[in-house]
Every structure is written in structure tokens, then in C-alpha cells.
């Protein structure tokens, strides 16, 4: 895909044309000079919606939709780098004003800022082909590997690996070299919906009334065999790259 394309895909989609039709317009930069990134402001919330964050009242109806656009902006969604300009841009109360925005999803030389409510992966529906999230993608969903927030009570599963080849490419790389994989983007864990929840696990869900990072939070029941569940540890949900 050319990069004006990658470009357009990228760019929020216009308030006149709805979530499934794309901005085009902007100035061009100059050629003779590296002009300052173009940058965008969204929130992913805890039901895995994502919106642009000036979007107000923020809920289903205002939600992005566009399956080609989510797949492509979440295929590349990073935390931000630890120096530079997306360090700094993160640490700014932007959009809407209620806080630093933690990930990015670039796209050649314009950043998608992220802020997420839990995690920037959000698996919004159960089903026979997997955990869907982004637009499209499917997750093979493993009961017995669920983990749940001493916090908030929120549960998680695994994030998925990145749909990407260069990320395919690191980790044969460094499969071919003995050495360690690279750190999933998305960190170790993924937000499971609410909705999702209780649609498909709640009436199998048994969770302890005290609950510690670390040790056992309970169990659940899921297709007739039970699986316990261990309280996630903050550390497990940090992503890499």
C-alpha cells in the first residue's frame, strides 16, 4: 500500500460523512522541509469502542466502526517511545483534557495518540472463530489462561499477537538466534468487554470476595470444565517496542 493511502487511511473520519469515510484533505508539506507530525487524539473505552477525543457524548452510536480503519489502527498500536517527541506529546493533557495519552499508533510520520481506559486491546465479542477485536481480527480464546484485576474486578485474557510481518519477522529472527522474543506491543493481557462478560462468561464466573495481585482470584466454568483464575499483576499488562 502506498504511503498516501496509509496516510489517508489513518486520518479520523469527517463528522459530514460518518466513521466509514475517511478526511482527505490537508495541507501538503513542503519537500525541502521535515514539517512537525500531524497528530490525532482518540480513547479506546472499557466496552472497546474507540473514538476521536473531542467526539462528544462518546458512546456506540459515536463510536468509530469502519472495519478496515480499526484493523489497521490497532495492528500498530505501541506504547509511545520512552524519548522524543511522542514522549512529550503523551505526557500533555490532550483531546478532551482528562489525561496523558500512553500509546500510539503511527502511521508514516502522523501519530494516532491513544488513550485507554484499561487496556488498548479490548476483545468486544466471544464466538466460534475466537475474541474479536480491532475490526476483524480473532483471538483464540483460552479460558484457563483468564486473569482478573484485583482492582477492578475487570477481566483479561492474553493479547493477541500483532497482526503484522515485521513483527513476525522479529520473532523469527530472534527464534533463529536463540535469544529472547520481542515484548508484545500490546502488552501481556487484553481487557475483555463487559458486555462480553456477562453475555458469555458471568454465569460461570465465581470470583473470590478478596482478591490480591498475584495469587488465586476464583474460577470459572466454561464448555463443562472449570479452570481457576489467578489476580493479574500490574506488570502484566505493559507493553513493549
Not at 92 to 110: F, K, L, R
Request: proline fraction near 7%.
Amino acid at each position: 500500500m502506498r504511503a498516501a493511502a496509509l496516510r489517508g487511511l489513518l486520518r479520523p473520519p469527517s463528522a459530514s460523512t460518518g466513521a466509514s469515510q475517511l478526511r482527505a484533505g490537508g495541507r501538503h508539506a513542503s519537500a525541502a522541509a521535515a514539517p512537525a507530525p500531524r497528530v490525532y487524539h482518540y480513547n479506546i473505552s472499557t466496552h472497546g469502542l474507540l473514538f476521536l477525543a473531542a467526539t462528544q457524548p462518546q458512546n456506540i452510536t459515536s463510536a468509530l466502526k469502519d472495519a478496515r480503519f480499526l484493523d489497521f489502527f490497532f495492528a500498530r498500536v505501541r506504547r509511545v517511545q520512552r524519548a522524543g517527541a511522542e514522549l512529550a506529546l503523551a505526557q500533555q493533557q490532550g483531546g478532551d483534557g482528562q489525561g496523558a495519552y500512553a500509546w500510539v499508533s503511527p502511521c508514516q510520520g502522523e501519530l494516532n495518540m491513544l488513550r485507554a481506559a484499561a487496556t488498548p486491546i479490548v476483545y468486544r465479542e466471544l464466538g466460534d472463530e475466537g475474541l474479536l477485536w480491532g475490526g476483524t481480527y480473532r483471538e483464540p480464546f483460552d479460558p484457563a489462561a483468564l486473569r482478573v484485576s484485583a482492582k477492578t474486578g475487570y477481566v483479561y485474557h492474553p493479547a493477541p499477537t500483532p497482526p503484522l510481518r515485521s513483527y513476525a519477522r522479529a520473532v523469527e529472527r530472534a527464534r533463529a538466534e536463540g535469544s529472547a522474543p520481542p515484548p508484545n506491543p500490546y502488552g501481556g493481557y487484553a481487557l475483555l468487554s463487559s458486555s462480553l462478560v456477562l453475555a458469555r462468561l458471568a454465569h460461570g464466573l465465581d470470583l473470590a470476595s478478596d482478591v490480591r495481585a498475584g495469587e488465586e482470584a476464583g474460577e470459572i466454568e466454561f464448555d463443562g470444565t472449570r479452570h481457576r483464575l489467578r489476580a493479574l499483576e500490574e506488570h502484566e499488562v505493559e507493553g513493549g517496542m
